[in-house]
T-cell receptor, first 113, second 117 residues
Framework: GQQLNQSPQSMFIQEGEDVSMNCTSS?????WLWYKQDPGEGPVLLIA?????ELTSNGRLTAQFGITRKDSFLNISASIPSDVGIYFC?????????????FGKGTKLSVKP | GAGVSQSPRYKVTKRGQDVALRCDPI?????LYWYRQALGQGPEFLTY????????KSGLPNDRFSAERPEGSISTLTIQRTEQRDSAMYRC???????????????FGPGTRLTVL
């Protein structure tokens, strides 16, 4: 089946630092999504990308839909403590089931001790 | 406004028992999705509905798992003869529409944590 490779698996941030994470896929997607999950909560959509090459910002977040349709990255600028959580990328196929979002394993952001 | 709600939030059951997990989508949302999320993993698709019609159940692990949405609103995911490997977080999501730009954005509920002893 399709696989999404998300990296890094975890990272520590210091307030003010920029953060970058990415996802790669073994096959093409026509939609890329980035979600954030806080403890005890469901994933919350941060950014949705619908077109190859698209670069979209949401406040301090910026995400891009790779030109090959097989990858996407998410950048967080000037991180703050509330950015801590788990970030998931998700993709939807061409011609696949409309509901079939495929998720990465997540990138866990923690505060640097 | 109210988001997606799920009940119960936690369910502990013994192996072999049947369980029913409930999802109440956002009012007016056409599509409803079920996912399963293991610890340290992303959500894994199980099945989804448009209105009351089950469109895709390819993600259901085996025939012990079934789902229904008889009136196109609330949905129930049923697991018969539960096994320990069924233990996971079961998440429901809903979307306003099933295609077209942002209208198919999926909003997730808080999940039901199922533990099978």
């Amino acid at each position: 089946g399709q696989q999404l490779n998300q990296s890094p698996q975890s990272m520590f941030i210091q307030e003010g630092e920029d953060v970058s994470m990415n996802c790669t896929s073994s096959s093409i997607f026509n939609t890329w999504l980035w979600y954030k999950q806080d403890p005890g909560e469901g994933p919350v959509l941060l950014i949705a990308l619908y077109k190859a090459g698209e670069l979209t910002s949401n406040g301090r977040l910026t995400a891009q839909f790779g030109i090959t349709r097989k990858d996407s990255f998410l950048n967080i600028s000037a991180s703050i403590p509330s950015d801590v959580g788990i970030y998931f990328c998700a993709g939807r196929n061409y011609g696949g089931s409309q509901g079939n979002l495929i998720f990465g394993k997540g990138t866990k952001l923690s505060v640097k001790p | 406004g109210a988001g997606v709600s799920q009940s119960p939030r936690y369910k502990v059951t013994k192996r072999g028992q049947d369980v029913a997990l409930r999802c109440d989508p956002i009012s007016g949302h056409v599509s409803l999705y079920w996912y399963r999320q293991a610890l340290g993993q992303g959500p894994e698709f199980l099945t989804y509905f448009n209105y009351e019609a089950q469109q895709d159940k390819s993600g259901l692990p085996n025939d012990r798992f079934s789902a229904e949405r008889p009136e196109g609103s609330i949905s129930t995911l049923t697991i018969q003869r539960t096994e320990q490997r069924d233990s996971a977080m079961y998440r429901c999501a809903s979307s306003l529409a099933y295609s077209g730009g942002g209208q198919d954005t999926q909003y997730f509920g808080p999940g039901t944590r199922l533990t099978v002893l």
